[in-house]
């Protein structure tokens, strides 16, 4: 029986191939082809949510927020530099953690600790969008949202007593938020002087950590510890409103010096001063300014006919550098017809003076400023000038603090009532920086005039713009705080050629009532300009109480 089914089987599989080929055969060649039918394409608006989801398993952060930019070139830059930035990272990281290590050397019987292996792998960090914040101060505000599914290869070392501990980090993501602002804007290259980083948010990092070979992070309860405490410790260290600030430039050299006090000037009086007028008199007169200041010097009155005169005239100038800046004592000759003739000079370095202390000079005049001149050249008189340097109520703790009789309680920029505004001197500074969109019938020349208390000051004329950058600043020394007055700020335009029916174009105007400035210490807005369609007008204004 069991030989005759094999032999049955034999039979069967010898003539089952070749009758399956010949059918196989007959129905390839006689059977007809069926239509193929073209895939349906459709545009993705006409999509449903779920085939989106399917398609796009994480939409880009550029498609949702429109704020943020879709920046390829970045991650491109980033993948061809990443083996030299991997190799420079890791020469920082190995220089940072060495003196770290070597506080714990010695301590719990650690003999040693170091990295045997040190790489942040192939894959480079993903910066999935950039948006650039727009403000009114002078710095530049980037946000961006960076991705970094990285394939590291740290490995550290730990030896204690006879042991050696090795601990492998694996398998490192993470996810953050930072907030990069460059730092006072300056034009000295690189063109800003600080760079600062903050995180928007709590970061997210993951990662794997083996011990011997066994991953530790494994155990219950360990991994959410660890991820609370590094989102702690960091949101410490970085979280907005907290920063790392990294200096780039010296702000010393590169950002214009705001004023810190006043300097009180009392030109007493000159004695034996030189004979310049014919009938052997002279005519004298004094102009005062500090070196390293644009504004125009002072001058006292004109003293006709007289060799030895009295003035007591009182000045105040704003000082910027107390330690640097010098004041400048010029007597000239005044005459009606030609240049006055100079009489004589001298200097007073601010540094030889004490905040709040009044100190008397009396000063024999020089020629001119050439430390070598011989002293038996023919003498030019004296000059008698009292000055005292007091400075602002912001400032006065990098002086010392004030003295008897000029103690304020301090309150920075805090807001205050009108029961609190301090009374006393001070310092008005209003800085015209820009206008945006003014535009004019005939021409686009535009300047601005600011009118305070009946005194007018005028911007420098920018040619053919919509757009002007002045980033003029005008000062104002006031008895008293302007917390019920306004400002007055035009813009206009005029022709750039000469010409009889040239008329100046009014491009619109806005009035600041300066009572935030006087409570707050300081106000940086952008003003909507009245009579003007689209105009926008950028100024910043400070007060300072002396």
Known sequence: MGLLSS????????????????????????????????????PISELGPNALEELLPEIPLWVKTPEFERIDWLNKFLSDMWPYLDTAICKIIRSTAQPIFAEYIGKYQIKAIEFDKLSLGTLPPTVCGMKVVETNEKELVMEQVIKWAGNPNIVLSLYVSSLKITVQLVDLQIFATPR????????????FANIVVSLLEKPHVDFGMKVYGGDIMSIPGLYRFV?????????????WPRTLEIPILDESMVVMKKPVGILHVNVVRAQKLLKMDLLGTSDPYVKLSLTGDKLPAKKTTVKRKNLNPVWNEKFKIVVKDPQSQVLQLQVYDWDKVGAHDKLGMQLVPLKLLKPYENKEFTLDLLKDTNLSETPNK???????????????????????????????????????SDDEVQEGAGLLSIVIIEAEEVEGEHHNNPFAVLTFRGEKKRTKTMKKTRHPLWNEEFQFMLEEPPQHEKIHIEVLSKRKNFSFLSKQEKLGHVEINLRDVVHNGRINEKYNLINSRNGVMHVEIRWKVV
């Open 7 to 42: 032999f049955f089987g034999i039979i069967g599989f010898t003539l089952g191939i070749p009758l399956g080929l010949l059918v196989g055969f007959f129905l390839f060649v006689y059977s007809e082809t069926k239509h193929v039918k073209d895939p349906v394409v459709r």
């Open 180 to 191: 990069i602002t460059l730092r006072p804007l300056v034009p000295t290259f690189p063109c």
């Open 227 to 239: 991820q609370d405490t590094i989102k702690k410790q960091v949101a410490n260290l970085y979280l």
């Open 378 to 416: 023919k003498p030019r008189g004296k000059i008698v000038v009292d000055l005292t340097f007091v400075p602002f109520k912001e400032d006065s703790s990098k002086f010392g603090g004030p003295s008897e009789g000029y103690s304020r309680k301090e309150s920075g920029f805090d807001v205050v």
